[in-house]
């Protein structure tokens, strides 16, 4: 997946919404149009994509046009709680409730819509966070594996990534980086940024050919998962920030 130009955002032109002073990231791509706006899933920065011949200060002035509806949005973002007994926290798509007992195992134990998980209260929130990466990491190599063999590709090296950016890339030497925060969505969201990306290992574009060899591969809906992931993305970036 394309990812953002990775700039110092003390660089950046800032928006102030809803209080908060944002930065505005403007990407030329040649291959644009017209101009499209949206704001990153934790709402750290307001992304801009422009023809190549586009004006920084017209990219702004869209910005500025548009400054209700982004105010919205920056107000609709999901609010942070902490990782503590009672909190809920998601997992595969599924919500549990965190049932916390220093006397239970440090490692947690999804129990029948209750996640339940020992040690002191003080490292709870780092333990969860292990839990996760240690099984996003099981389980993005099981889908990684399956894509590649549909896709009759060795399967590379995988690694996990905590960008913010982007949920998966693959790159010219075919090994390939997933979003470990994915562990948190539902299956067929985080099977579709997996494929995504062993189809890149075929087509490293995205052109018809790209599009079309992703749907011989992946079982599900494409456009749904992408749906899911503009919606609802941004919460997977809350619980640990």
Request: net charge positive.
């Amino acid at each position: 997946m394309l990812d953002w130009l990775r700039r110092d955002p003390r660089e950046e032109p800032m928006l102030e919404l809803a209080g908060r002073q944002i930065p505005v990231v403007i990407r030329r791509l040649p291959q644009a149009r017209r101009m499209t706006m949206r704001l990153a899933p934790d709402g750290s920065e307001i992304r801009i994509s422009v023809p190549s011949w586009t004006r920084t200060q017209d990219a702004l002035e869209f910005a500025r046009s548009k400054r209700s509806w982004l105010a919205i949005q920056v107000e609709a973002l999901p609010q942070a709680h902490p990782m503590a007994d009672g909190a809920a926290l998601d997992f595969r798509g599924h919500r549990f409730t965190i049932r916390h007992d220093p006397a239970l195992p440090r490692r947690p134990v999804p129990d029948d819509g209750a996640l339940l998980v020992g040690g002191p209260e003080s490292s709870l929130a780092a333990r969860l966070k292990r839990w996760l990466e240690s099984e996003a990491r099981d389980v993005l190599a099981a889908d990684l594996a399956e894509y590649c063999a549909r896709a009759a590709q060795p399967t590379p090296s995988l690694a996990l990534s905590s960008a913010r950016r982007r949920w998966g890339s693959c790159a010219a030497d075919g090994s390939i980086r997933i979003n470990w925060r994915l562990i948190m969505a539902p299956d067929p969201v985080r099977r579709s940024v997996v494929a995504h990306e062993v189809a890149h290992l075929v087509h490293f574009d995205h052109s018809p050919a790209f599009h079309d060899f992703l749907g011989q591969i992946f079982e599900g809906s494409v456009p749904s998962a992408n749906r899911w992931l503009k919606e609802n993305g941004r919460s997977l970036y809350l619980p640990f920030g």
